[in-house]
């Protein structure tokens, strides 16, 4: 099912949440609204959903007008951070409400609610209650729910932000192959720039109620169009004023009062001594994450920069506070007026 949005603008009194949204959800497609806390994400999904009306645009669900349709009339199944799952009720009765207040055959419902503790992974765990659940558990049992009654759409607002991180990553990879084995549309509401990069097919990334960017992950990362897009999607240094001008000899000519630079960590390369083009700096701090190394410098003019090197070119380094070492980047992008220069 394919979701176009026209021009929809959202004021809750004098602030405008929406600001003339236009996008188009390809069917089948799993996308990201990203961006941070007071975006537009959730105010989109619900205005979607039906739960928050518009104050102009149309929404077209599957090719009708779906712009005043009723909540209950437009096959979505909706998904909270926070579960919302009957507490009186078993995981089986939990999945069944839907299809039980729609009167439907009780064999029907018996079959469908064994063919969804399935596919979340929960066989044997229909009569507990929800408080006997793990929450990363409680969050597929609310899944399960949303999908009972066979939406054409499905809408997750938030769904692992009240999980801890190792369970977050867990359901970020069944999230990804249950879209892939079911092939609904789904759109999820996320701040995690990492979430939306690993589970997403597209991203939209939204800022002061209005769309920034719309592309692949690799799209948003590798060529973003502003200044916010780079630096809220993935870890970057900004470099202005004199800091940028001394990075001009890498081929960056725009003078740094008409903008800055932005330069990935992990797009920076440490050298133990001097060679042309290269910037002196001191280290300030060396961390071992496990999977990465963050190396964080004191360029001549005091402003911090910050490095992503492997462990095996640490060890190849041999770095350590307060010692001297040599910058060059190996790319860096910077936005101007009406120019978008890439070296």
Avoid at 94 to 112: D, G, H, S, Y
Wanted: glycine share 6%; with cysteine.
């Amino acid at each position: 099912m394919t979701i176009v949005i026209e021009g929809v603008t959202k004021h809750f009194g004098s602030f405008r949440a929406l600001n003339e949204i236009h996008l188009t959800i390809p069917q089948g497609k799993l996308v990201a609204l990203l961006g941070p806390s007071g975006s537009g994400k959730s105010t989109l999904l619900r205005v979607i959903a039906g739960l928050e009306h518009t104050d102009q645009g149309r929404i077209h669900i599957d090719g009708r007008d779906a712009t005043t349709l009723d909540v209950r009339h437009r096959n979505i199944g909706f998904v909270f951070q926070h579960y919302a799952l009957f507490k009186h009720m078993t995981i089986r009765q939990n999945i069944a409400f839907a299809l039980q207040i729609r009167r439907v055959p009780k064999t029907v419902v018996r079959e469908r609610v064994k063919e969804l503790l399935g596919l979340i992974q929960l066989e044997g765990l229909g009569d507990r209650y929800p408080a006997q659940l793990s929450g990363g558990q409680r969050q597929r049992v609310a899944l399960a729910r949303a999908l009972a009654a066979q939406p054409q759409v499905l809408l997750l607002d938030e769904p692992f932000g009240a999980l801890d991180a190792k369970v977050r990553e867990e359901l970020r990879v069944w999230l990804r192959r249950l879209h892939d084995e079911v092939q609904m549309t789904s759109i999820f509401v996320t701040h995690d720039q990492e979430e939306a990069m690993a589970v997403a097919d597209e991203i939209v990334v939204m800022n002061q109620g209005s769309i920034e960017q719309i592309g692949t992950p690799a799209e948003i990362y590798d060529h973003p169009k502003t200044p916010f897009v780079m630096s809220f999607v993935g870890p970057v240094n900004i470099l202005s004023g004199s800091t940028a001008r001394l990075f001009q000899s890498q081929g960056w000519e725009s003078s740094s009062e008409q903008g800055s630079l932005f330069i990935r960590p992990h797009d920076i390369d440490l050298r133990p001594t001097a060679h042309p083009s290269t910037v002196a700096a001191c280290v300030r701090r060396v961390t071992d994450l496990g999977w990465e190394v963050r190396v964080e410098l004191e360029l001549p003019n005091r402003q911090p920069l910050t490095a992503f090197l492997t462990r095996s070119q640490l060890r190849d380094l041999s770095l350590q506070p307060g010692e001297a070492v040599f910058v060059k980047p190996r790319a860096a992008k910077a936005f101007l007026p009406k120019l978008d220069c890439v070296i």
